[in-house]
């Protein structure tokens, strides 16, 4: 799609809702941020609205999220940022948006288009606040530093403070022009890197209680009565990489048991597609990591576990 069209139709709106997607993440959060700042800077008439949870102990520094009522949402113009499947939104009143447009960076589901009007879904890029940063470019947006935090704050988030790579290393490439605008680099890595007991007890479970499968896959079952034991009520699918690159597993997965008995599901993957496995439970994401929630059985997880064994080795 032609880039510009974006951009016609964020100039032919005066009032902008950004959306991000369920159980917001650092990329999610980063994105929406840099594009309310951005369009601030460049349309200061334009009103511009953040829906969703964000980050808590990110707001302070960048950005704080807006209440916006029915009547705002229905005249507005909805941006989707990091998430194109029109479920996986966190405010489901963005279906009510006069317009959707989508700038993402996830594996297209074809059947949410339907809901809009244009998009730009580029899986190249390492996340969306990258994805960003070239449109501003290619926009001529003016940036200022703290356009430039928020996108940052987004690609070190997703690349993992830079240690998943893209082919053509464009992170490293914007992460030094946006360090170029004079951000605060150890201010973001201080917030990427705090943790709290809580976090610790709950990673020293996942750590002494994995279990593998078939020796190809790792992973952990974490359960409700594990969870509310250790006092742990926040996401924990985000620890999943715990037990990322050990000896030679070919995928590792986090499993974990929510409220009414729904199963999250974090999936990951060295080098073999597996977004398949999740997208048959109602998933999705990129090839190699990706997820879902699902009604939570006896015998679920082994399921799971053996449709990603055969995946791998039709793959091989
Ligand atoms: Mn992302």
């Excluded at 840099?34 to 800077?41: E, P, S, V």
């Excluded at 073999?272 to 679920?300: E, P, Q, R, W």
Aim: glycine share 6%.
């Amino acid at each position: 799609m032609d880039k510009n069209e974006l951009l016609k139709t964020i100039e032919s709106y005066s009032s902008i809702v950004l959306f991000g997607h369920i159980r917001p993440d650092g990329d999610c959060f980063g994105a929406q941020v840099a594009m309310k700042l951005a369009i601030n800077a460049n349309y200061p008439f334009k009103k511009v609205f953040l829906v969703g949870s964000g980050m808590e102990k990110m707001s302070d520094f960048l950005c704080h999220y807006d209440k916006v009522d029915d009547k705002t949402i229905n005249d507005s113009l909805g941006i989707a940022l990091d998430f194109n499947d029109i479920k996986r939104s966190e405010d489901e009143r963005i279906v009510n948006c006069k317009q959707i447009i989508v700038i993402d960076h996830h594996n297209k589901v074809e059947e949410s288009m339907k809901y809009f009007s244009s998009y730009i879904i580029d899986k190249n890029y390492s996340s969306c606040s990258s994805l960003l940063f070239d449109l501003f470019k290619k926009w001529n947006f003016k940036l200022n530093k703290s356009i430039c935090e928020a996108l940052f704050f987004g690609i070190a988030s997703d690349t993992n403070r830079f240690l998943y790579l893209e082919k053509d290393f464009r992170s490293f490439y914007i992460a030094g022009e946006l360090i170029k605008q004079g951000i605060d680099c150890a201010k973001i890595y201080g917030y990427l890197q705090s943790t709290d007991e809580k976090s610790l007890k709950i990673k020293g479970y996942i750590l002494s209680n994995y279990k593998v499968f078939s020796n190809k896959i790792i992973y952990c079952f974490v359960d409700k009565k594990t969870l509310d034991k250790l006092h742990y009520d926040d996401y924990v699918g985000h620890y999943v990489n715990l037990l990322a690159n050990v000896d030679d597993y070919e995928v590792w997965a986090l499993f974990v048991e929510t409220n009414n008995h729904k199963l999250i599901c974090e999936l990951r993957s060295k080098e073999k597609k597996i977004v398949d496995v999740a997208k048959n439970y109602g998933g999705g994401g990129h090839d190699l990591a990706c997820g879902m929630s699902l009604n939570f059985d006896n015998g679920t997880i082994d399921d799971i576990l053996n449709k990603i064994l055969d995946t791998l080795e039709r793959e091989s």
